[in-house]
T-cell receptor, first 113, second 109 residues
Framework: DTGVSQDPRHKITKRGQNVTFRCDPISEHNRLYWYRQTLGQGPEFLTYFQNEAQLEKSRLLSDRFSAERPKGSFSTLEIQRTEQGDSAMYLC???????????FGQGTRLTVV | RKEVEQDPGPFNVPEGATVAFNCTYSNSASQSFFWYRQDCRKEPKLLMSVYSSGNEDGRFTAQLNRASQYISLLIRDSKLSDSATYLCVVNTGRRALTFGSGTRLQVQP
């Protein structure tokens, strides 16, 4: 399968714990996006990389959130000191050229208890 | 004001009906436009890109009106399998894709 892959698919964690998610984009894509989605809402933009450079971060991305794409390939999203409000689906997407469509992974569903 | 706005619906239509969704966007610098489909608890999947001249893919037709800053999606001869949430997506080029909240369609037998 050469699509976008995310790991893990599901994560249950206790409030206050740190979690890290991984995304492997389509191999030839240099753009990678992280979104968060809650029930009944569209995906909300979190952050965006072009190659290894993080070009944009949403105001939604508090200082508890950090994302990296160290070699311009896979990316990680870390949430420190998780809160119940962090419970959501975290979606990763990748695209090739500017102005082209993005392809999504299956997401990581986070539940903070 | 949200950057991309959609009527959340739900739109409940019988099989075989024609249904249309509109979406408005606020950034006049937006350069590319898409419709995505999302099934319950699944990831969004590209349905079609929207071109300035309008485009058609089988039963689906997308239109773009830059002057009024809206895009539309028309679904003809609705099928039960068309039941999903349809997400309007706008790209300003340098920025990431911006999604609307989605319009839910329920096609009934």
């Amino acid at each position: 399968d050469t699509g976008v892959s995310q790991d893990p698919r599901h994560k249950i964690t206790k409030r206050g714990q740190n979690v890290t998610f991984r995304c492997d984009p389509i191999s030839e894509h240099n753009r990678l996006y992280w979104y968060r989605q809650t029930l009944g809402q569209g995906p909300e933009f979190l952050t965006y990389f072009q190659n290894e450079a993080q070009l944009e971060k949403s105001r939604l991305l508090s200082d508890r959130f950090s994302a990296e794409r160290p070699k311009g390939s896979f990316s990680t999203l870390e949430i420190q000191r998780t809160e119940q409000g962090d419970s959501a689906m975290y979606l990763c997407a990748s695209s090739g050229q500017e102005n082209t469509e993005a392809f999504f992974g299956q997401g990581t569903r986070l539940t903070v208890v | 004001r949200k950057e991309v706005e959609q009527d959340p619906g739900p739109f409940n239509v019988p099989e075989g009906a024609t249904v249309a969704f509109n979406c408005t966007y606020s950034n006049s610098a937006s350069q590319s436009f898409f419709w995505y489909r999302q099934d319950c608890r699944k990831e969004p999947k590209l349905l079609m890109s929207v071109y300035s001249s309008g485009n058609e893919d089988g039963r689906f037709t997308a239109q773009l009106n830059r002057a009024s800053q809206y895009i539309s999606l028309l679904i003809r001869d609705s099928k039960l399998s068309d039941s999903a949430t349809y997400l309007c997506v706008v790209n300003t080029g340098r920025r990431a894709l911006t999604f609307g909240s989605g319009t839910r369609l329920q096609v009934q037998p």
